[in-house]
């Protein structure tokens, strides 16, 4: 999947040079009936995300390779380290030679804490609509058709548990080129970096 991704290595991940959280587990993308990202309301799309697609998929942990059965189909988590600050789905679609358009992305990792940090906020970006949850607590969503912009939208503030915090993420489009990017601020704006990601300590 060069020269967007690489298989994820062992062992920890500190984020990118800007905070940007760059080791995730991608499900292979969900088709959807999508003509245009006009319909991308708010109750569209927690409709097309609430809709249940495979067992405990609001709650489950993946590893590397596990397969989720959804109809008739079989999908596969796959656990990558991006190459740039932004996760390129489409180009993960691409790569697995699954649909690229008119889709449903499903997206966990997992970040390890040293300490307890309150008052942090989540940063996201995304193309198109997309919502996004922190150990089971909806964080920030972002409506409507739009494109990848650094830190379109930010939650209110949150805290980052000391140890394991899991990030859980959804991200929908019709035509387009899919993508995300994710990270953490403090209050006046700066990227939290005192953080880890291991998909190990799943």
Same mark, same amino acid.
């Given at each position: ?13 500190? +984020? ?14 969900? +088709?959807? *009936? ?32 596990? $397969?989720? $059965? ?16 932004? &996760? $390129? ?9 699954? +649909? ?29 609509? *997309? ?9 920030? *969503? ?8 650094? /830190? /379109?939208? &930010? *939650? $209110? ?28 601020? /403090?209050?006046?704006?700066? +990227? ?11």
């Amino acid at each position: 999947m060069p020269p967007y991704f690489e298989p994820a290595a062992s062992g920890v991940k500190a +984020p990118g040079p800007d905070g940007f959280l760059q080791r995730w587990l991608l499900l292979e993308p969900i +088709p959807q *009936s999508i003509r245009s990202n006009a319909v991308f309301t708010e109750s569209y799309i927690r409709n097309a995300i609430g809709t249940e697609y495979f067992p405990n998929q609001f709650t489950v942990v993946p590893r590397d390779g596990d $397969k989720v $059965k959804i109809g008739d189909e079989e999908s596969v988590w796959h656990a990558l380290d991006s190459n740039g600050f932004n &996760v $390129k789905l489409f180009r993960f679609a691409e790569a697995m030679n699954k +649909p690229t358009y008119s889709i449903l992305f499903w997206v966990v990792t997992i970040v390890d804490s040293p300490r307890e940090i309150h008052d942090v906020r989540m940063a996201v970006g995304s193309n198109s609509a *997309s919502m996004w949850w922190l150990n089971g607590q909806e964080a920030v *969503s972002l409506f409507g058709d739009r494109r990848m912009v650094m /830190d /379109d939208c &930010v *939650s $209110k503030r949150l805290t980052i548990k000391k140890g394991r915090n899991i990030i859980r993420g959804a991200v929908i489009n019709g035509p387009g080129l899919s993508d995300f990017c994710l990270r953490f601020i /403090d209050e006046a704006g700066e +990227p939290i970096k005192d953080i880890t990601l291991n998909l190990d300590t799943i």
